[in-house]
């Protein structure tokens, strides 16, 4: 499974959530909001998710490995990294 695109929505309100990711898997298959949180002990990703009858909240999507979530997250987080030293549209 190779990530084949990125897409970085960054959030600019003041809160710990930074940008919402969609990611796109071998030209085929997207996934849309996943969130980049600042987390105490740095920057992590959430998989999109709803709320359930019971008040959590379930992941609609996610990695069945530790492996592939990392994987997935250090993509995902350089992706978010380019995009804030990425200059603004209209910006020089």
Known sequence: MQITDVRVRKITKEGK?????????????????????EGEKGLFIAMPSKKAADGEHRDIAHPINSTTREHIQRVILDGYEKALAAPEAGEE
């Open 17 to 37: 959530m930074k940008a919402i990711v969609s990611i796109t898997l071998d030209d085929e298959f997207v996934v849309h909001d996943i969130k980049v949180i």
